[in-house]
C-alpha cells in the first residue's frame, strides 16, 4: 500500500544516499548551478537549502529517491556538500520493485532514457548521483530556456522534450566544438512551427 506524506515531512539526506529516477543531467547545467551556488554560498547557504529542498519519495528499502532538481542535487555533491533539506512527497517503500516503478512512471516522476533518448530499463536506473551521465542536448535546452527560446513550463520533463527535439536537428560534435553556434542554431530552431507543440513554444512575429 502506498502512504501520501504531507509536503511539511521534511528531514535531511546525504546526497551519498539519495537515488536519481533519470538517467542523464546536463552537465552544462550542474556547472551553472554550481556557480550560482558560490555566489549564495557566503553567508546564506543554509537559506538557499531551506528554499530549494529536493522532492524525494521513499522506495524500496526506505531509500530516498529524487523526483526533481537533479542538476541541483549532483552540483551541490561536487560542491562537496554532503547533507541537504529533503522534502519526502509519497511513501511506497511497501510496492515492489516494479511496482515502485511503474508508479513513479505513471506519476510523470521518471524518466527513463538515456544521452540518446533510448529508453532504459529500470534495472539500470543510476545508484547514485555520480552515475548520472551527461547529456549534451539536456545542456543545450536549458541554455535555451534562459536564453528566452521558450518559456518555463508545468508540462513534466519538458526540457527534456525539447531535448529530443534538438536532438534530432543538430549534431552532437557541433555543441562540444562550438555550444554558442549550436545555441544560436537551437534558437532558430525554438522559433519555427516545427517546435510548436512543444511546451514552452512561444510565437515570434515576424
Request: proline share 5%.
Amino acid at each position: 500500500m502506498m502512504k501520501d506524506i504531507a509536503q511539511e515531512d521534511l528531514k535531511t539526506v546525504s546526497t551519498a544516499d539519495l537515488l536519481p529516477t533519470q538517467v542523464t543531467v546536463g552537465m552544462r547545467e550542474v556547472d551553472f548551478k554550481r556557480r550560482r551556488w558560490r555566489e549564495n554560498n557566503s553567508g546564506r547557504a543554509g537559506d538557499y537549502l531551506n528554499k530549494h529542498r529536493i522532492p524525494v519519495v521513499l522506495g524500496p528499502d526506505v531509500r530516498h529517491y529524487i523526483i526533481d532538481r537533479h542538476h541541483l542535487t549532483l552540483a551541490l555533491h561536487d560542491e562537496g556538500v554532503m547533507d541537504v533539506p529533503v522534502s519526502i512527497v509519497a511513501n511506497m517503500s511497501s510496492l515492489r520493485f516494479d511496482e515502485f516503478w511503474t508508479t513513479l512512471e505513471g506519476r510523470n516522476w521518471t524518466h527513463p532514457f538515456d544521452d540518446e533518448g533510448r529508453r532504459c530499463s529500470y534495472h539500470d536506473m543510476p545508484a547514485s548521483v555520480d552515475d548520472l551521465i551527461d547529456d549534451p542536448f539536456r545542456s543545450l535546452a536549458g541554455a535555451l530556456k534562459r536564453a528566452g527560446g521558450y518559456a518555463k513550463d508545468k508540462t513534466p520533463f519538458s526540457e527534456f522534450r525539447w531535448a529530443d527535439f534538438l536532438r534530432c536537428h543538430i549534431p552532437r560534435e557541433l555543441i562540444h566544438r562550438h555550444f554558442g553556434r549550436a545555441l544560436v542554431l537551437a534558437m532558430n530552431l525554438a522559433q519555427s512551427t516545427e517546435a510548436a507543440a512543444l511546451p514552452g513554444w512561444q510565437r515570434h512575429l515576424e
